[in-house]
């Protein structure tokens, strides 16, 4: 059998949203100033958490298929919303 390089390919690749950059836009996106857009972020459980702790306490957004929408407020941290989240956002998560 003889193998030979293709001239052309076509067709498109949708990788899943890599975790740990995934981590760093929420973050970076919560202490902008101005509208982010996240597209393509990780579906896994521990980047929901960082995008709900960003919600509670620096963003209002919105998401829909994968895509995440950011107003961020800057550097000046809002209070939870509820003050349940304050207690478990300041245990350490163990990594």
Same mark, same amino acid.
Do not use: F
């Given at each position: @059998?003889?193998?030979?390089?293709?001239? #052309?390919?076509?067709?498109?690749?949708? =990788?899943? *949203?890599?975790?740990?950059?995934? /981590?760093?836009?929420? @973050?970076?996106? *919560?202490?902008?100033? *101005?509208?982010?857009?996240?597209? #393509?972020?990780?579906?896994? !459980?521990?980047?929901?958490?960082? =995008?709900?702790?960003?919600?509670? &306490?620096? &963003?209002?957004?919105?998401?829909?298929? #994968?895509?995440?929408?950011?107003? *961020? /407020?800057?550097? !000046?941290?809002?209070?939870?919303?509820?003050?349940?989240? +304050? +207690?478990? =956002?300041?245990?350490?998560?163990?990594?």
């Amino acid at each position: @059998m003889t193998v030979r390089p293709a001239r #052309n390919l076509r067709g498109s690749v949708s =990788l899943p *949203g890599d975790k740990s950059i995934s /981590h760093r836009y929420a @973050m970076l996106a *919560g202490i902008a100033e *101005g509208a982010s857009r996240l597209e #393509n972020y990780s579906t896994g !459980a521990d980047c929901a958490s960082t =995008l709900d702790a960003c919600a509670r &306490w620096v &963003w209002s957004g919105s998401e829909s298929r #994968n895509v995440i929408e950011v107003q *961020g /407020h800057g550097l !000046a941290l809002a209070t939870p919303r509820d003050r349940s989240t +304050a +207690a478990t =956002l300041a245990r350490p998560c163990g990594c």
